[in-house]
């Protein structure tokens, strides 16, 4: 193992907005120890194998940084300078291929552009003074990626050991329309009560995320098993060993759930077609119900679980009217066919969820893309909540 994979340093995992609880959760879950939880992700340290460990295991992240310099940094004079200082040559090939993202907040930067030209020109220049020829790079993110932190006299460098998003967890080929990201699609169900063991109902269910990524919850299946590239892999003293070992403890660690019932149903025949190759891909179908039908006709197991929907929640005024009818519609469907089931309703619309005509028992914030959303929580009681008051026998 080279030097670098067993040095401690900070590691940075960064996450969607709001999804930050959830991430803190998983990496305490690994073992890892978080020594500060912010809006948009975890701080720990730790080393490149953690680092592996991380990216194989969560499901709320998107990249998992190892921090290699920090530094006082006015300009992009600045900027060179220390990055031609870094032995670049120690982490990467010369006929290899790197690629730079970036986070600058400085006066003298109005173009991310130009920091990540910046960066590449540091590092290039390094390799080609030290080793007599320069590495490739570009845009794609499937080898050796790293990252620019500066803010205001700040400036950090990381081997971004993710490299492509940790947010798509890679078994779904076809997302269908309007799709929720899967790691968001992971917090929310971990946000819900369900047990893991007791029914899961996604009627609307679109391509199936929040259904397939619950079956992944319960049967302990990590997206780590879907991917075979990380940035890490590409850097100079890599050995696959740690990362093979943790990779078929991933296929060990699966649980099987016999009687788990997790249904998913769609009036749209393509969406239920999708769902199945989704969930084939994943390789959880065959633990999966699908109905083709309208969400009022699922089936409802007898034993109460959770029931899940994420209906549209329009932009356009027509739609939001014709909206307001099947809001109404989830809301009589909970409360007649769903008693002793927790109900929930994943929307970015809260005058729309005023239509459901039940009181929310909490309501957790999330944001999908830049709209600000809440999952619905809603106590679904069989008969009155309250006990009937005896009846008081009157005698003349």
Known sequence: MSELFASTSRIIVTCSKRLAPYLEQEVIELGLKPERTFVTGVELQGTINDCILLNLNLRCASQVLYSLKSFRCN???????????YPWENLLSNDGYFSVTSNAT??????????????????????????????????????????????????????????????KHGYRKIPGKAPMMESLAAATVMATKWNRQSPFVNPMCGSATVAIEAVMIATNRRPGLYRKNYS??????YDPLYYNEQAQKLQDQIVEIPDLKVIASDISEDAINISKINAG????????????????????PETPGVIYFNPEYGDRLGVVTELETTYARIGDFLKKKCQGYLGYIFTGNLDLAKKIGLKASRRIEFYTSTIDCRLLEYELYGGSKRAPKPEVQVTE
């Open 75 to 85: 300009g992009p004079d600045d900027l060179y300078e220390a990055l031609i200082r």
């Open 106 to 167: 400085h006066f003298t930067v109005n173009n991310d552009m130009f920091v990540n030209v910046k960066v590449k020109d540091g590092i290039a220049d390094r390799m080609r003074r030290e080793t007599m020829r320069r590495p490739d790079s570009g845009s794609e993110l499937d080898r050796a990626v790293f990252h620019l932190y500066w803010k205001d006299e700040h400036a950090e460098i990381f081997l971004d050991t993710s490299g492509q998003t940790l947010a």
């Open 281 to 300: 891909l994943a390789g959880v179908e065959h633990l999966m119900e699908f109905e083709l039908c309208d969400f009022a006709e699922t089936k409802m």
């Open 232 to 237: 890490f892999m590409h850097v100079t003293g």
